[in-house]
């Protein structure tokens, strides 16, 4: 899927090719070793669990879902693990180094689109050409432009997450606590994610079609 082809694009940050996020899904307390625990415990919400990141483009159909990591694992090393495929999927190809381009960091990339992430993924555009909302300062605050920015930023990348949210509608094993094998997991997101939500859908979550 590219940018001249897929037909669809996102209103803020047309230059962005899709956007990234992590979902967490809780799993049992593993009854192993302190540290098979510690591997799975996310001190962000608090609970035992795995992470996937799914890359969705603006008409709502995801065109990757990664294997699950342990609930401890950074939503950006994750994205690190992932490197390769967000690096050749972003390159340009063909008539699209003649498309006009005029978004963020594009003279740091020229030849690639962008991703749009969250303040989780603040730091990845040394890696990729990322798009994520402007941090606050050290005991500062963010003026009202780069306010708007990262409006802009969240505005777009909702559709990744509605698309976590419709997984868990439709498919409630992947919204309930996971009591599975755990060698059963990678099946769940990736069978699930290959499901293409209806335009009604899409229209009613906001997806940024152009």
């Known amino acids: ?67 699950a990591v342990p609930g401890c694992v950074a939503d950006i090393a994750i994205c690190e693990l992932n490197l390769d495929f967000h690096q050749v999927k972003l390159k340009k190809i063909g008539e699209e180094d003649d498309m006009l381009d005029d978004g963020p960091m594009q003279e740091e990339y020229p030849r690639s689109w962008a991703l749009l992430a969250d303040k989780g993924y603040q730091g990845l555009h040394r890696q990729l050409r990322a798009i994520t909302p402007m941090k606050r300062p050290a005991g500062g605050l963010l003026s009202a432009a780069d306010m708007a920015v990262n409006d802009k930023i969240a505005s777009d990348r909702v559709i990744v997450e ?43 979550t906001g997806s940024r079609r152009r």
């Not at 992947?174 to 094998?181: A, L, N």
Request: hydrophobic share 35%; glycine share 6%.
């Open 1 to 67: 899927m590219h940018l001249h082809t897929s037909g669809h694009r996102f209103n803020n940050f047309p230059s962005a090719l899709y956007a990234v996020d992590v979902t967490f899904q809780r799993t049992n307390a593993p009854a192993r070793s302190f540290n098979e625990k510690k591997r799975l415990y996310s001190k962000k919400h608090g609970q035992y669990g795995l992470k996937v990141e799914a890359s969705v483009l603006p008409n709502g159909l995801a065109i990757n879902v990664t294997t």
């Open 162 to 204: 509605n698309f976590f949210g419709l997984l868990k509608t439709l498919w409630s094993v992947v919204g309930d606590t996971y009591t599975w094998k755990r060698e059963n997991y990678d099946l769940l997101p990736n069978v699930c994610g290959i499901y293409e939500p209806p335009y009604s859908f899409l229209a009613f």
